[in-house]
C-alpha cells in the first residue's frame, strides 16, 4: 500500500490557499498536466512539493494560465442581520462562480473589520440593521482611501424611494429590495465586476 507522507505531498485545499486560487482552478491543473498529482486509494488528488516548487518558478505566460483562472477572483462580503439570508446567499454565489470568493456575516462589529482584513471587491450590504446604520456603513467605505474601491451593493426590506436615494447619495452602486431573486444579485454582481458569460 502507498503511503502519503506529508512532508512530501500537499492537497489540492492547501494549493489553492497558497497560490490564492480556488480549487476548481488546481483541478483544472491537474487534469490539463500543469501540476503532477497522486491519486489515493480514496479518490484524493495528492501533489509533490517538488512539482509544486517547479509550478512556482515558471511565469504565468510559461504555465500558459489565463488571466480568468488567476486574477479573476472576485471577492465579495455579505452583511446581513438574518443568518438564513447570508448563509444561503454566500452558498447560492459560491456554487454560481467558481471565481466568486464569498465570506458572509450577521454581526455589524465583524463586518467593519472585514472590509479591512477580507478587502472584498464588492460587498452586499443590508442598510438597516440592529447596532449599523447602513448609512453610515456605506459613507465610512467610500470616504475611506483604503476602501472607496469597494463596490457596494445594497439590500433592504425597507425599499422606500427616500432609502433608495439616500444610500445611493452615500455610494451604493445600486439597492436591491428582499425579497430578492438571488440570481439577479450573481448578475449584477458578474456586470460589475466585467466577467462576461
Known amino acids: 500500500m502507498i ?18 486560487c480556488s480549487r476548481v482552478t488546481v483541478f483544472n491543473w491537474i487534469s490539463n498536466g500543469k501540476i503532477h498529482a497522486i491519486k489515493t486509494p480514496g479518490g484524493h488528488y495528492r501533489i509533490p512539493k517538488d ?8 511565469t504565468k505566460q510559461q504555465l500558459e494560465i489565463s488571466p480568468s483562472e488567476t486574477e479573476r477572483k472576485i471577492k465579495i462580503l455579505v452583511v446581513d442581520d438574518d443568518p438564513h439570508i447570508v448563509k444561503t446567499l454566500v452558498l447560492f454565489l459560491k456554487k454560481t462562480n467558481p471565481s466568486f470568493d464569498v465570506y458572509g456575516t450577521t ?54 424611494k427616500e432609502n433608495v436615494e439616500k444610500i445611493k447619495k452615500k455610494g451604493a452602486i445600486l439597492c436591491i429590495l428582499k425579497p430578492f431573486d438571488y440570481y439577479e444579485i450573481a448578475e449584477q454582481i458578474k456586470k460589475i465586476s466585467g466577467i462576461k458569460d
Do not use: C, W
Request: hydrophobic share 40%.
Open 3 to 20: 503511503t502519503h507522507d506529508n512532508d512530501t505531498f500537499v492537497t489540492t485545499g492547501q494549493v489553492a490557499r497558497l497560490l490564492n
Open 51 to 58: 512539482s509544486l516548487k517547479k509550478l512556482l518558478k515558471p
Open 107 to 160: 454581526n455589524s462589529f465583524d463586518a467593519g473589520k472585514l472590509i479591512i482584513t477580507f478587502k472584498p471587491d464588492i460587498a452586499i450590504i443590508d442598510i438597516v440593521m440592529p447596532g449599523m446604520d447602513g448609512f453610515e456603513v456605506v459613507e465610512k467605505i467610500k470616504s475611506d482611501p483604503q476602501t472607496q474601491d469597494i463596490k457596494v451593493i445594497a439590500i433592504t426590506g425597507y425599499g422606500t
